[in-house]
């Protein structure tokens, strides 16, 4: 059970590593930094959009229209860490 305890863990981080790097360069991509049109560019932004975008659209259902901010990230790295926070409090009984 340890073992399916860290794999959930590993999950949790690798799924706030792409959040956080979507953020990142969705900023960057808007202030011209970045540009889609440059293939690896836009590989990893599409693939990102790919992997994110089913996890943003079931939040997006319960968050009111707030203009053109989108605070779904946000909401999913809050959510990810009290999911992290709840597997470490109760590791033991993974033991």
Known sequence: MLTIFQALLLIIGVIRFFVI???IMSWLIRFEVL??????VGQVWYGLERVLEPIYSRV???MPDLGGIDL???VVLVGLEIL?????NNMFAFA
């Open 21 to 23: 790097a979507h953020f």
């Open 35 to 40: 540009n889609i049109r440059q293939e690896f």
């Open 60 to 62: 997006r259902r319960f």
């Open 72 to 74: 779904s990230p946000i």
């Open 84 to 88: 992290r926070i709840f597997l470490i």
